[in-house]
């Protein structure tokens, strides 16, 4: 397998350890196509990609091959959300139902920002049996999550929203801001390869996935659980891949590359983007400020949400830094930030695996990375 891209020697171990998820990957997950991208207080250190675009094995992964990254981007998503705390358009503080009163409805008039973005307000998928048609008739899901009564006493307890968080932080934003979240990222941050809501031009560039072989281990399954996962209206379905691919999900389908979103993400170290400040110190300690921490609703892990990230406390998935944050996707992908060390990093791949957090083979990669720093 031949491996593109930069890798200084100080970290070629780095270097070995992506080879290997090729060979000998961990749970003999071994690996189609991939790319990791590392920076550094902001400045690229290392990016390697190897592998095929295609299942078929025709088709070379490039520097220009997009992935989707489903869950992933809900690290984007979440600092769309800061930007627009960094401009006082919205305060992490105030209830959502004062920007967006039809969302009062049904116990939630005093849920606020933080606790949205935190996975707090109990609304992890639909109380009622919807079709899958349903996500993409986006002011159809809206009305639904406004109406729903939540599943737990908002502000309890953390319960993952896998797909529900996309519409709800997407209107919060699209009101107080005007614009879309796709959109506004592509204004906000030009020149960057990430798609919410990829044109269908920009198809041909995507590569093909190999499907978990094994269901996700969820738990004990409750009602809540169902909702969010298992239910049949639980995800997107009934429509072909290029509409879904063209529609803005923020939190499940954004498609880009491994070195953009190590390049956005490293706006959590500093606040900066490529020299450029994008939130301040008050904006981004509020951002990164872990909101609660326990047993999950709806994950089978006890663990702290900061206004959209995954905190590593407890978790040791981004690193060996308690106040690493970042995301997991569906597969495997993650992209994550520490700002004790000053690096951003992303992993991508087309072979998924069942793992909800912390796949072995970026486990592999990121434990490199530490060791060789």
Same mark, same amino acid.
């Given at each position: 397998?031949?491996?593109?891209?930069?890798?200084?020697?100080?970290?070629?171990?780095? #270097?070995?350890?992506?080879?290997?998820?090729?060979?000998?990957?961990?749970?003999?997950?071994?690996?189609?196509?991939?790319?990791?991208?590392?920076?550094?207080?902001?400045?690229?250190?290392?990016? +390697?990609?190897?592998? @095929?675009?295609?299942?078929?094995?025709?088709?070379?992964?490039?520097?220009?091959? +997009? =992935?989707?990254?489903?869950?992933?981007?809900?690290?984007?998503?979440?600092?769309?959300?800061?930007?627009?705390?960094?401009?006082?358009? +919205?305060?992490?503080?105030?209830?959502?139902?004062?920007?967006?009163?039809?969302?009062?409805?049904?116990? #939630?008039?005093?849920?606020?920002?933080?606790?949205?973005?935190?996975?707090?307000?109990?609304?992890?998928?639909?109380?009622?049996?919807?079709?899958?048609?349903?996500?993409?008739?986006?002011?159809?899901?809206?009305?639904?999550?406004?109406?729903?009564?939540?599943?737990?006493?908002?502000?309890?307890?953390?319960?993952?929203?896998?797909?529900?968080?996309?519409?709800?932080?997407?209107?919060?934003?699209?009101?107080?801001?005007?614009?879309?979240?796709?959109?506004?990222?592509?204004?906000?941050?030009?020149?960057?390869?990430?798609?919410?809501?990829?044109?269908?031009?920009? @198809?041909?560039?995507?590569?093909?996935?190999? #499907?978990?072989?094994?269901?996700?281990?969820?738990?004990?399954?409750?009602?809540?659980? #169902?909702?969010?996962?298992?239910?049949?209206?639980?995800?997107?379905?009934?429509?072909?891949?290029?509409?879904?691919?063209?529609?803005?999900?923020?939190?499940?389908?954004? @498609?880009?590359?491994?070195?953009?979103?190590?390049?956005?993400?490293? =706006?959590?170290?500093?606040?900066?983007?490529?020299?450029?400040?994008?939130?301040?110190?008050?904006?981004?300690?509020?951002?990164?400020?872990?909101?609660? @921490?326990?047993?999950?609703?709806?994950?089978?892990?006890?663990?702290?949400?900061?206004?959209?990230?995954?905190?590593?406390?407890?978790?040791?998935?981004?690193?060996?830094?308690?106040?690493?944050?970042?995301?997991?996707?569906?597969?495997?992908?993650?992209?994550?930030?520490?700002?004790?060390?000053?690096?951003?990093?992303?992993?991508?791949?087309?072979?998924?695996?069942?793992?909800?957090?912390?796949?072995?083979?970026?486990?592999?990669?990121?434990?490199?990375?530490?060791?060789? +720093?």
């Amino acid at each position: 397998m031949e491996i593109q891209g930069v890798c200084p020697p100080k970290l070629a171990p780095v #270097k070995a350890a992506f080879a290997a998820n090729f060979t000998d990957a961990p749970e003999g997950l071994n690996e189609l196509a991939a790319r990791f991208s590392v920076r550094i207080d902001g400045e690229p250190v290392l990016d +390697l990609w190897a592998g @095929h675009a295609d299942t078929a094995k025709t088709q070379p992964f490039t520097e220009h091959t +997009l =992935v989707p990254v489903f869950s992933t981007g809900k690290a984007v998503m979440s600092l769309l959300i800061a930007t627009a705390v960094e401009r006082s358009l +919205l305060d992490y503080d105030t209830p959502v139902a004062a920007y967006w009163p039809a969302f009062g409805q049904a116990g #939630k008039d005093r849920l606020t920002v933080g606790q949205l973005m935190s996975h707090q307000s109990g609304l992890p998928g639909f109380s009622d049996g919807v079709e899958p048609t349903i996500w993409f008739d986006r002011q159809a899901v809206l009305d639904a999550l406004a109406a729903q009564a939540p599943m737990w006493p908002p502000g309890t307890a953390s319960g993952y929203h896998p797909i529900t968080i996309g519409y709800l932080a997407g209107e919060l934003f699209r009101i107080v801001d005007g614009r879309t979240m796709g959109t506004a990222l592509r204004q906000d941050f030009p020149g960057l390869d990430l798609w919410i809501g990829l044109p269908e031009a920009e @198809h041909g560039r995507v590569a093909q996935l190999r #499907k978990p072989s094994a269901a996700p281990d969820l738990g004990v399954i409750d009602p809540i659980k #169902k909702a969010a996962f298992l239910d049949r209206g639980s995800a997107p379905g009934g429509r072909g891949s290029t509409e879904w691919r063209m529609m803005e999900i923020p939190s499940a389908n954004l @498609h880009g590359t491994a070195l953009d979103l190590a390049r956005i993400l490293a =706006v959590l170290t500093d606040g900066t983007f490529e020299g450029r400040r994008v939130l301040s110190e008050a904006a981004l300690d509020a951002a990164r400020r872990e909101r609660i @921490h326990g047993q999950d609703r709806v994950l089978p892990f006890v663990m702290g949400w900061t206004a959209g990230w995954t905190m590593n406390r407890g978790l040791d998935i981004f690193g060996p830094n308690d106040g690493a944050l970042g995301h997991c996707g569906w597969g495997g992908s993650c992209a994550f930030a520490d700002p004790t060390t000053g690096v951003s990093a992303a992993y991508v791949m087309t072979r998924q695996s069942p793992h909800l957090i912390g796949d072995p083979r970026a486990q592999r990669l990121i434990d490199a990375l530490y060791a060789a +720093l």
